[in-house]
């Protein structure tokens, strides 16, 4: 049965500017996807085998450990290798017909039309992010504080984005869960800057104690495009599989021109929904297009 958000819980994501939604999703729900991880890392892993940038194919490993351990058998300093591994397994470059699936979700879909109403669009702003074991100092992709509204354009102001961060695996401080910081979102957006890759700037973060959205696989975190988040690094000996999805109502600007929205839901119109999974690919391969060398962010 699809969670429907009671009104308490509204009224704390507004009030907070966060909400975890506990138990939406199932085993059953991440399956698909999975599923089709798993082939994609098998193929990649072997043939990275065959070119003899990796030892061995670790074969018996299974979604949350196999390109963990990978990542063991490439030396720290060899960084271009590190980020080949993980660099090409986003979802808009994957394309993966079961994520597209996934967006259509009732599970999903029904605490989203809490916040947003029944007329929902997906924005582009879509990841799929794995986070391996860090080693040293460095955890390759770790996300900064930031509000999501400083990555998109300035068209996006008038629009109320809600994002959805949809962790595959459990997650705590020690694998890297999420640290938002609550109830600021009345300050509105603060000034960020592009070093460090789109940040708050640091003497204009709020003195708030940050909060770590400790989360078992199957929760949802939604904040408002106002919350300042991070990533941590992933000290575990799993992949941090998270996916995070960003829906508003349909019609307002995404504040990312290039990138296809898609409207995934909708009840006065239900033929205006856009489930063509062909659409989806021709659409990212020529947003992506159009998109080179486009500074997406507002800074
Ligand atoms: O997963 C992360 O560490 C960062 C994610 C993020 O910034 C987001 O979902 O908006
Ligand atoms: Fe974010």
């Given at each position: ?19 975890i ?7 059953t ?40 351990r ?14 080949a ?8 470059i ?19 039309a ?28 770790q ?53 460090g ?53 349909t ?11 898609f ?28 998109g080179?060398?486009v ?5």
């Amino acid at each position: 049965m699809a969670v429907t958000l009671s009104s308490e819980q509204v009224d704390q994501y507004y009030k907070e500017g966060f909400l975890i939604v506990r138990g939406a999703l199932s085993d059953t729900d991440f399956a698909p996807i999975e599923s089709a991880y798993n082939d994609l890392l098998d193929r990649r892993i072997r043939e990275w085998v065959s070119e003899g940038k990796l030892n061995d194919p670790i074969e018996n490993e299974g979604f949350s450990t196999r390109l963990a351990r990978a990542a063991e058998q490439i030396p720290v300093e060899d960084t271009d290798r590190m980020k080949a591994l993980t660099t090409d397994l986003d979802l808009m470059i994957t394309r993966l017909p079961a994520v597209f699936e996934f967006f259509f979700n009732p599970n999903l879909l029904s605490p989203v039309a809490g916040i947003i109403g029944p007329e929902i669009t997906l924005s582009p702003i879509q990841h799929i992010r794995p986070y391996i074991p860090v080693r040293g100092d460095n955890q390759p992709g770790q996300v900064p504080w930031h509000q999501d509204q400083g990555v998109t354009k300035e068209e996006a102001d008038v629009s109320e984005i809600l994002t959805v961060w949809i962790p595959m695996i459990n997650v705590d401080p020690h694998s890297g869960c999420l640290q938002i910081l609550p109830g600021v979102t009345a300050q509105g957006l603060l000034q960020h800057e592009a070093e460090g890759g789109t940040r708050i700037k640091p003497n204009l973060m709020p003195q708030t104690e940050p909060y770590d959205c400790v989360m078992s696989r199957g929760d949802l975190l939604f904040m408002s495009a106002y919350t300042p988040h991070r990533g941590q690094p992933n000290r575990s000996d799993y992949v941090r599989w998270t996916m995070d999805l960003r829906f508003q109502k349909t019609g307002t600007p995404t504040g990312r021109p290039t990138h296809p929205e898609f409207i995934v839901q909708s009840r006065q119109d239900p033929s205006s929904v856009q489930d063509d999974y062909e659409e989806w690919c021709r659409r990212w391969i020529e947003g992506r297009e159009a998109g080179k060398g486009v500074r997406h962010h507002r800074v």
